[in-house]
């Protein structure tokens, strides 16, 4: 698992517009909240991008962008974020290889069964590219602005 003050590992993925989002584009100028969750349009993670999309103006006042991550494909993800009114990026990690670089891919059980699942954990990387917070089974209720306290101590 990843730890705070270690430099966060650097990711080339695509949004929902097929546009490609490197974390060192934002090296120097911006924080970003890197946020992993299972899946689009579910209970929990539609209630967690709806409270990210609600605060998104104060992360922005507070040179921070919000980008979720999860291997859904980004015709998913266009869909979501038109269906709720998302204001934020979603990145479609569909190899697993951005959750496997952050270790959110990870067994889980749930009524006796185990499968691979990601697991819901969020990174808040300053400008310099420096882990300052590595959750890991984080809950959605009441996550964002938990996340938007932390940006405010930056």
Not at 102 to 119: F, P, R, S
């Amino acid at each position: 698992m990843l730890k705070k003050n270690q430099t966060a590992p650097e990711f080339s993925a695509k949004n929902q517009d097929n546009e490609v989002f490197k974390l060192a584009s934002f090296k120097g100028n911006k924080h970003v909240v890197l946020y992993f969750y299972p899946k689009d349009d579910t209970p929990g993670c539609t209630i967690e991008a709806n409270d990210f999309t609600r605060l998104a103006n104060e992360f922005s006042a507070l040179d921070a962008v919000v980008i979720g991550v999860s291997k859904d494909s980004c015709a998913s993800h266009t869909d979501f974020i038109a269906k709720f009114g998302l204001q934020l990026d979603l990145l479609a990690d569909e190899s697993g290889e951005l959750c496997a670089s952050y270790d959110v891919w990870q067994e889980k059980e749930k009524n006796g069964v185990k499968k691979m699942a990601i697991l819901r954990s969020t990174f808040v990387i300053n400008k310099d590219g420096t882990l300052v917070e590595a959750l890991y089974g984080v809950n959605h209720e009441g996550h964002a602005q938990a996340i938007l306290e932390i940006i405010q101590q930056l």
